[in-house]
């Protein structure tokens, strides 16, 4: 196993970092990393804030539902899906490009090159002895997280992502196993075999929590997700999206 397999299967959430700001190279070596991840047609259709100031910082942690990692972190990352660049091409160019750019077709192309630049952060902030944690709170209050960065129209944040020094060892959890999620030639549906294997899985994830917790939780995978499921957030994004000119059509 080479380096950068370990780095991937040794991931984890940090939640709990020291009070080391990230340096300069160490923020420049993250962004550029994640410019080398893959996208559509050369479309690069994402940018990464760096919030640095505690105030913003303060903010952005309660905007995410009041996780306070946000702002002790040693750096914060917010991806943001981006066409407001292309359709400045457009207007430079003369080339009518709204109907493209407003597409949903688009839309999920700024959200997939985002993702990927940042999971490429992630890799290679991990690769240098760093914790990092996804934050996906942010889209609790994306008018509000919108004020914060000053981002304009046809710029979405999307997530956030903390980068740090750990001030923990958390253990792992369990992914499903690759029989659940690896399949080949078509998707087998068939519903008794899925249940098997959640229930197997439940099983797992149950014995994981209640040996990281000493027995104040048990719960499965299964029950999470029908909990979590249950609950509905975030309804406004829609509408929101379509504030910023993209996914109209």
């Known amino acids: 196993m080479n380096s950068t397999i370990e780095t991937l299967m ?9 009070e080391i700001p990230l340096s300069t190279d160490q923020i420049n070596t993250i962004v550029q990393a994640a410019q080398m991840a893959s996208t559509s047609s050369f479309i690069q259709a994402y ?20 996780q306070d990692y946000v702002a002790e972190s040693g750096h914060f990352f917010i991806f943001c899906a981006d066409l407001y660049r292309h359709s400045l091409i457009g207007k430079w160019e003369d080339a009518d490009i709204d109907d493209s750019i407003q597409s949903t077709e688009k839309f999920m192309v700024t959200v997939i090159d985002a993702a990927l630049a940042a999971q490429n952060a992630a890799i290679a902030a991990e690769s240098l002895g760093l914790g990092i944690c996804y934050i996906g709170g942010i889209r609790n209050n994306l008018e509000e997280v919108n004020k914060v960065i000053e981002a304009p129209e046809y710029v979405v944040p999307l997530f ?48 994981y929590y209640e040996k990281r917790t000493n027995g104040l939780r048990n719960d499965g995978w299964s029950g999470q997700m029908a909990k979590m499921l249950q609950r509905k957030s975030r309804m406004y994004m829609k509408d929101f999206i379509k504030e910023k000119k993209l996914d109209l059509k």
């Open 10 to 18: 040794n991931h984890r959430s940090v939640r709990k970092f020291k």
């Open 47 to 66: 940018t990464i804030i760096g919030v640095t100031d505690p105030e913003k910082k303060k903010k952005l942690a309660e905007l995410a539902g009041g």
């Open 160 to 207: 956030g992502l903390t980068v740090g020094h750990p001030d923990q060892q958390t253990d792992i959890k369990p992914r499903m196993p690759v029989s659940m999620v690896y399949q080949e030639n078509a998707y087998q549906h068939n519903p008794e075999a899925v249940k098997e294997d959640i229930k197997a899985y439940d099983e797992q994830i149950s014995a």
